[in-house]
């Protein structure tokens, strides 16, 4: 503990006396995300090594916010935690160039399931578009994602990633019949291993959507946090992935060949969750999948088919930014054009 705190002291001592102060005016202005559109930006963490550019992320924190980053234990976990609210905040903030809002007067707040949300009303007076966002994070990669006027879920994956449990096992828990009998059908380890960790990111990433406690187990996150009532309130077995092609199959089958929906199938909400979702999955930084899901426009008949836009940056704020959508740094894996 004197350890920690130490060396809290001594990160708080390198901020004062590091001068050069960074602003929105530092972030390179980006355009509003249009109608069934998603930008999704993300983080490297181990391209982030300077401690001088370190601690001027901590400068635009709040304090509960810088609080929550020195209560993590170890360097590693306080650098994530830092990393992961200086790209919310500067997000945001790349969306107010009119206004040349500053990440550190951003505040926000939490919905009934726990979901934060920013308070606009508290930025300055301004005219703020309606943005949403949501963020998810693994020790390799963070990623924020932004819409306006649509409720967004993301997850993002090692693709690498080890699983504890037995996955059939885990599927039988957590997934529907229809899923695990998927699974069950691959007799190879690695693509079964490979085929579960993609439906699941897709799964979860709708309840980030919405919010709706996490669960602390691999990314089923998309769907799961476009919802935004938390996982508790929103069981994985009581809705199905189907992807929707001519012939049906795994999402690798259909990669290099075939655009196809993923459609959620709700067994005890059919109305509210079947047709208003879309859903996004890529291959990101040839290392990881990451999960999309955005809310569709409700008066818009059809909408739940038609793919999403999504335009996708790597950054290091005030540093760089680099738009990596149609490189070989984005793969589409389905639901997109």
């Keep these: 503990m004197l350890l920690l705190l130490r060396h809290r002291l001594n990160f708080m001592m390198n901020i004062r006396c590091f001068q050069r102060s960074f602003s929105a005016a530092s972030l390179a202005p980006v355009q509003l995300p249009s109608p069934m559109e998603a930008h999704l930006w993300y983080i490297l963490p181990n391209e982030v090594k300077n401690a001088s550019l370190l601690n001027q992320y901590l400068e635009i924190l709040s304090p509960c916010e810088k609080e929550n980053v020195f209560r993590m234990r170890g360097d590693q976990l306080q650098r994530r935690a830092l990393l992961a609210r200086a790209l919310v905040r500067t997000t945001i903030a790349r969306y107010h160039t009119n206004s040349q809002v500053e990440p550190r007067s951003l505040k926000f707040n939490k919905n009934i399931y726990g979901k934060p949300e920013v308070e606009w009303q508290d930025v300055d007076g301004s005219h703020i578009p309606p943005l949403h966002f949501n963020i998810s994070h693994t020790s390799s990669m963070i990623a924020c994602g932004v819409t306006v006027n649509s409720a967004i879920g993301i997850d993002v994956e090692e693709k690498q990633r080890k699983l504890k449990n037995n996955i059939l096992a885990f599927a039988r828990r957590y997934f529907s019949p229809y899923e695990v009998g998927l699974l069950t059908a691959i007799s190879d380890p690695e693509f079964q291993r490979q085929e579960f960790i993609k439906l699941w990111t897709l799964k979860t990433v709708q309840c980030?959507?919405?919010?709706?406690?996490?669960?602390?187990?691999?990314?089923?996150?998309?769907?799961?946090?476009?919802?935004?009532?938390?996982?508790?309130?929103?069981?994985?077995?009581?809705?199905?992935?189907?992807?929707?092609?001519?012939?049906?199959?795994?999402?690798?089958?259909?990669?290099?060949?075939?655009?196809?929906?993923?459609?959620?199938?709700?067994?005890?909400?059919?109305?509210?969750?079947?047709?208003?979702?879309?859903?996004?999955?890529?291959?990101?930084?040839?290392?990881?999948?990451?999960?999309?899901?955005?809310?569709?426009?409700?008066?818009?008949?059809?909408?739940?088919?038609?793919?999403m836009k999504l335009t996708v940056r790597r950054t290091i704020p005030f540093v760089e930014d680099e738009c990596v959508s149609g490189t070989d740094a984005v793969v589409a894996i389905v639901g997109l054009t």
């Excluded at 075939?258 to 859903?279: G, I």
């Design 208 to 307: 980030r959507a919405a919010e709706v406690s996490p669960l602390k187990e691999l990314g089923l996150k998309a769907y799961v946090k476009a919802l935004g009532r938390g996982f508790s309130a929103a069981p994985f077995k009581t809705f199905t992935i189907r992807f929707r092609t001519a012939t049906g199959g795994h999402l690798s089958e259909y990669r290099d060949s075939e655009a196809f929906d993923v459609v959620v199938d709700s067994f005890d909400d059919p109305k509210n969750l079947t047709s208003n979702w879309q859903f996004a999955l890529i291959e990101l930084a040839g290392s990881h999948y990451a999960a999309v899901c955005i809310e569709g426009d409700r008066t818009t008949e059809g909408n739940g088919t038609r793919p």
